[in-house]
């Protein structure tokens, strides 16, 4: 079955800085790659996804880059803010009932 | 607009006793999951329902038995509480399959001791 590696676990940078976060999948059927963030507390939300058919996806300060041939996807977020402290995960799944799988989170933190 | 519903929040149980976790949507989505959040290890699938009449076992199934009660409604029970099951249980629903956006519920925080 699928299995996505995400990197780093830990991410600090200071305020107005970019942060990038990357995860690598295994499955090359799998052809949507949501992210979701989870603020302390707090239930996970979807914040932006792509799909394979797509190389790179934009709204506002986020990100996300898809590289099919290496299966690896990002997320670049710019101008970091301290709103944007959280639990980021990212996830992959296939076409068909098959459901999505994730990441084991990367926790960012914005410095003020 | 309550999106998707879980009780309870909280549990306190002793090793061995038995709970149902309890989750409804009322988007009319078609699939809903259960998931479980440990520290370091993301979300885990434990079960889920592509369809009503249907459950199919995640990657940590046991310990656990589901029920999808009807296309709203999708149960989580354990027969037998061991103090690994601690940990915040998510439900969550998509309108199809897993390409689409997951909704999930506030979590539920159990604790076996």
């Known amino acids: 079955g699928e299995n996505v590696e995400q990197h780093p676990s830990t991410l600090s940078v200071q305020e107005g800085d970019s942060a990038v976060i990357k995860c690598t999948y295994s499955?090359?059927?799998?052809?949507?790659f949501p992210w979701y963030k989870q603020e302390l507390g707090k239930r996970p939300q979807l914040i932006i996804d792509?799909?394979?058919?797509?190389g790179e996806k934009k709204d506002q300060r986020i990100a996300v880059t898809l590289n099919k041939t290496a299966k690896h996807f990002s997320l670049h977020i710019t101008e970091t803010q301290p709103e944007d402290s959280a639990v980021y995960f990212c996830?992959?799944?296939?076409?068909?009932?098959?459901?999505?799988?994730f990441g084991k989170g990367t926790r960012l933190s914005v410095i003020a | 607009n309550a999106g998707v519903t879980q009780t309870p929040k909280f549990q306190v149980l002793k090793t061995g006793q038995s709970m149902t976790l309890q989750c409804a949507q009322d988007?009319?989505?078609?699939?809903m999951y259960w998931y479980r959040q440990d520290p370091g290890m993301g979300l885990r699938l434990i079960y889920y329902?592509?369809?009503?009449?249907?459950?199919d076992k995640g990657e940590v199934p046991n310990g656990y038995n589901v029920s999808r009660l009807n296309k709203r409604e999708f149960s989580l029970r354990l027969e037998s509480a061991a103090p690994s099951q601690t940990s915040v249980y998510f439900c969550?629903?998509?309108?199809?399959?897993?390409?689409?956006?997951?909704?999930f519920g506030e979590g539920s925080r159990l604790t076996v001791l």
């Open positions: 969550a629903s998509s309108e199809y399959d897993g390409t689409g956006e997951l909704f």
């Open positions: 499955d090359s059927a799998s052809n949507y």
């Open positions: 792509i799909r394979s058919n797509v």
């Open positions: 996830a992959a799944s296939r076409p068909g009932n098959t459901p999505l799988v």
């Open positions: 988007m009319n989505h078609n699939s």
């Open positions: 329902s592509a369809s009503e009449g249907t459950t």
